[in-house]
Every structure is written in C-alpha cells, then in structure tokens.
C-alpha cells in the first residue's frame, strides 16, 4: 500500500496540474448564506428563543440551541438527508457561518450531538408544539408583508414509506406500502401551514379539524376571505357543514354515484357526427342530495369526450361558491399545485427520511422538513428576480444553494469566494436587494 500524502496529488495526465483538499476552507453550499440572510430579516432566530425550550445544562449547552436548529434544517435545505451527514458537514465554511460567531472556529455540531437534539430535546411535549408555531408564525411574517385579501387552503395527505419497524407504521391498501400517512395544509402561494404525521393505516381525511379548523379561525380574525380545495378524500357532511358553519367557500371532489349520473344522462352521450379531435367538454350545474347531508348542495359536473375513447371522462365538484360552472372546475384544478408542493418536499429537503424507530422522533423529523421546506418556499417567492421567479425549490436548490465556495479569514473580515456560475454576482446582488427591501416583520 503506498504511504497517505499530505501535499498536493501530481496527476500524470497534465504535469502542470496539482490536487489539494482543503475541505475547511472549501463549501459546496454557498448559496445557503443568502437563505441565511432571509432568515435574519424574518427573525427565525428570535421566534426559535420564544417557542423552543432549551433545557440543557452544563457541557451540553456549548452549541446554542439556534445554531443546532439551523444546522438541521439547513441540512435538509441543501439536500443532506440524514443526521450522519453532519460528520462530514461540520467543518464546511457554510454550516459554519450560518451560525453563531461561537462556531465559526469550532465548527458546526458532530452527529451525536445533532442526534441527540433532535431525538431527545425536540421531541420533549413544548418543544413539538413550538416546532409547529416557528413554522407557523415564519411563515405568518412573510404572509405579513404582501397580505392578501382572499385566502385559498390546499389540504391533502401524502406517502411516506418506511423500511423497517418504525412505530405506528402501517400497511396502506391504497398505497399498497408499509408506510407513514401525513397530513399537509397548504396556503397558494405554496407555503406549508400546518402538517401531522400519522399511521400508515388511518383514511385521508384522519384529522382534518386540528389542521384546518385553527387556520380557518386565525384567518378569519385578521378580517380576510377563506376559501378550501380539497380532493374526493374529504367528500365528508361533516367538512361541509364545518365550513359552511363559518362562511368559508369551498369547492371538493366527490365520488361519482348512479344519482349523479342521471342529473347528467343527456350530457354522457357523444355528439352526432365525425368526432373532433379536440375534447368536446360540457359542464353542468344543478342540486344534489346525498342520504347522508342534511341539505341539498350545488353540484358541478363536467364532462370530457375524447376522440378514440369510448366512455367520457367525468368530474364532480360539491361547492358553494357563487361562480359559473367552468369557473369552478377552473378553480379546483388549480388544487393540483398542492400535489406538485408535496413533492417538491419529498425531493428537495427530504421529507420522506423519516428513518427513526420512535413515532415521536419521526414527527420532530417532519417539522424540520417542513420549516426548512417554507424557509426554501419563503426564498423563491420573497427574493428571486422576475426572471428567475418559476424556479422550483429542486431548481433553487440545485442552481443557487449548490454553488462552490471557498473561506479566507483575514485580519478583521472572513471573506466567503463564491463560484459564479448559476449564482452571479448580478443574481446574488439582486437578491440580496430584494431581502433588504422587504418590510421588517412585527415583533
């Protein structure tokens, strides 16, 4: 075996070229500093001091529990899965400097000191709760700076396999998988409001009035319009006369039934004549009662026939909104963002790594997924110049947080070198004007 080397490696291909590793120096993660700056601007840090409970002593307290949390949710920002990353992360320049000025020599925590944060600390009663209102009011201080005057709620639920003997982990029939079941409300604008994990084996809609009941009510009392999308999973009476009960619009998918089909028997035959290569689409509004609501509801149907298909396509939609029927379904359609957003989650900051043994840990797991899922989300909408707006939060990631870098300490400044390629000096200036720009949150 040839003896380790410690200068730099001689590659015989070109004489003239050297290979050194300098990984203290070196970072992969540039970009992470800007979405580190936007987090400053919307206090991240103070509300982590006012919901999070640090309960350490001694030793144990040498990380501050701000740098902690930032290194767990940065890590799934930048893509790393998994807490074993950290052994090889804590000496990057990026995971350094988005810390306290305490780890900018020492270098960021090891892995079972993240460990320890994440299965021990933040799985304690307080700290679960203050993980949902960090992500809550994070995201409540962006909402706060463009505040609309219509509200729009997307609520669905979503796979999570597991590959082990994780608790409360159940096989789905509908997934046909051994998996976890988590419920998620999205705003619009794509932000994550509220999520619950919960078994593999329990229905979609398990759950629905802890997450949308208390957004529904917070809303309302800042004086604005709600209106909730949801897919055939929460056809239920009692979600209608919930929101119905509290002025909220709605529009739900229901499951097509003989009753239905015979409001609309004139519509489910194909037209006379050659067929048309475009889809023949009609819609159709009448009142419909099911034996289990209490009162007849407004329907919407629509109906698809497609050249060389031999049944059409049909949709139903139970609403209360006071639109024309293809504005409606136009309406609901919009709902299949929701799906894109949840999986922009399971890609981008791995949201399916939900690897623990214990439920409890598991559930810490999908918060720090979802904060750092809305820092990303808060990033691509707030700062991004227009021409970059359409990025995705994979494309962030890979185009902005993925940019090479290297730290140089001088006498009294630490200078961060950034590559330039995605992320120019124009883009990064640009954005770095839009975070300045943007209003300062209330405390």
Not at 94 to 110: P, Q, V
Not at 144 to 153: E, G, Q
Not at 215 to 242: H, L, N, S, W
Not at 336 to 343: D, F, L
């Amino acid at each position: 075996m040839g003896e380790i080397q410690n200068g730099p490696f001689q590659l015989s291909f070109n004489p003239s070229l050297k290979v050194d590793f300098q990984g203290s120096r070196v970072t992969s993660d540039g970009g992470l500093i800007l979405v580190r700056e936007l987090d400053e601007h919307l206090g991240f840090g103070d509300l982590i001091a006012q919901h999070l409970i640090d309960s350490r002593r001694g030793k144990n307290t040498q990380f501050p529990l701000a740098d902690l949390l930032r290194q767990s949710v940065y890590s799934r920002i930048a893509g790393y899965e998994d807490v074993n990353d950290a052994e090889r992360l804590w000496q990057d320049p990026t995971f350094r400097l988005i810390g306290s000025e305490k780890i900018w020599e020492r270098g960021a925590a090891l892995t079972s000191r993240l460990q320890s944060f994440e299965t021990d600390l933040l799985t304690r009663d307080e700290n679960l709760t203050g993980l949902a209102r960090v992500n809550r009011e994070l995201v409540g201080r962006a909402e706060a700076i463009d505040p609309p005057r219509r509200v729009v709620l997307d609520m669905d639920s979503t796979e999570i396999p597991v590959y082990g003997q994780q608790e409360q982990s159940a096989y789905n029939g509908h997934f046909e998988s051994t998996c976890y079941h988590p419920l998620l409300l999205f705003n619009r604008e794509g932000d994550c409001l509220a999520a619950k994990l919960r078994p593999g084996n329990v229905h979609s809609a398990d759950g629905w009035e802890e997450l949308l009941l208390p957004e529904i009510e917070r809303q309302q009392a800042m004086g604005k319009e709600v209106t909730f999308r949801a897919d055939a999973a929460f056809a239920k009476p009692e979600i209608y006369e919930a929101l119905e009960a509290r002025g909220v619009k709605y529009a739900v998918r229901i499951p097509a039934n003989d009753a239905l089909l015979r409001d609309i028997e004139e519509l489910l035959t194909r037209p006379v004549g050659r067929p048309s290569e475009k889809p023949v689409v009609w819609y159709k509004g009448f009142l419909y009662q099911a034996e289990s609501w209490k009162t007849a509801r407004h329907v919407v149907a629509k109906v698809e026939h497609h050249a060389g298909e031999l049944f059409p396509r049909l949709g139903f939609i139970v609403t209360n909104l006071t639109l024309a029927s293809r504005a409606v379904v136009r309406f609901y359609n919009k709902r299949g963002t929701a799906e894109q957003w949840i999986k922009e989650g399971k890609q981008a900051v791995k949201m399916t790594r939900l690897s623990c043994h214990r439920f409890r840990s598991n559930e810490v797991r999908l918060w720090l997924s979802v904060i750092a899922y809305n820092l990303g989300n808060l990033c691509r909408r707030l700062v991004l110049p227009r021409r970059v707006e359409n990025w995705s939060l994979s494309s962030l990631q890979q185009r902005l947080v993925k940019t090479g870098g290297r730290l140089l300490k001088h006498a009294r400044y630490y200078w961060l070198l950034l590559a330039e390629s995605h992320l120019t000096r124009r883009l990064f200036g640009a954005m770095l004007r839009h975070i300045e720009s943007l209003p300062l949150p209330a405390s």
